[in-house]
Nanobody, 122 residues
């Protein structure tokens, strides 16, 4: 079992930045790829970014490419999502998930956090 806890969400003006953290405990975190997802009420959950266990390969949704950066520190059992140039449409609850890499990219995580709210205002 892996337990995931997200933090770092909040209210930010458009154009601003936030850094989300996903802290893991339990089984060896470095065995898993980790992804970030987001969901707006009434809409399907959307893939945002993923990073392999090694941290050397990452993948982004087109909507966030060049604005968001995913990284991980396996020694600290933490994955980060640096979000720059935030837009109104980035408002959502952000979740992290851990699992096999291609499952994460396809939206299937074995373990999920409880989510953190990101609200971008004009």
């Amino acid at each position: 079992q892996v337990q995931l806890v997200e933090s770092g969400g909040g209210l930010v003006q458009a154009g601003g930045s936030l850094r989300l953290s996903c802290a893991a405990s339990g089984r060896t975190f470095s065995d898993y790829a980790v992804g970030w997802f987001r969901q707006v009420p009434g809409k399907e959950r959307e893939f945002v970014a993923a990073i392999r266990w090694s941290g050397r390969h990452s993948y982004y949704a087109d909507s966030v490419k060049d604005r968001f950066t995913i990284s991980r520190d396996n020694a600290e059992n933490t994955v980060y999502l640096q979000m720059n140039g935030l837009k109104l449409e980035d408002t959502a609850v952000y979740y992290c998930a851990a699992g096999p890499y291609w499952g994460i990219v396809a939206g299937r995580g074995d373990y999920w956090g409880q989510g953190t709210q990101v609200t971008v205002s004009s």
